[in-house]
């Protein structure tokens, strides 16, 4: 997998994860600073696999995994390697939901 595509599909995954998470949560949820003292750090090791099967050139897939291995082999006509990547990212999550604030915004109106 060519690094343009590992990039972009790492990113991709990266925010649809975030946004499901927020969805989910109901909470704010970003990307943030490894600065910040209130995100949460992730470090993880990844390898892209790249799969060539039987003899058709051109015929290759590549999937981002989490794993702390490198893989190589030849498995049933199919050709397999693969490169183990770092990738680290903070993620901020709000200690309230969405609910929670607005809740105690017209508290603190009232008051």
Known sequence: MELKLFVK???????SAIEEVGKESER???LAKPQDNKCI???????VENSIKGNVKGSTEGIIKVLGASIAGDVGGELRSGNVSRVSFGVYVDSETNQQKNERRKRDVIT
């Open 9 to 15: 599909n790492a990113l991709l995954e990266l925010i």
């Open 28 to 30: 704010e949820v970003h």
């Open 41 to 47: 750090m992730f470090d993880i090791a990844v390898t």
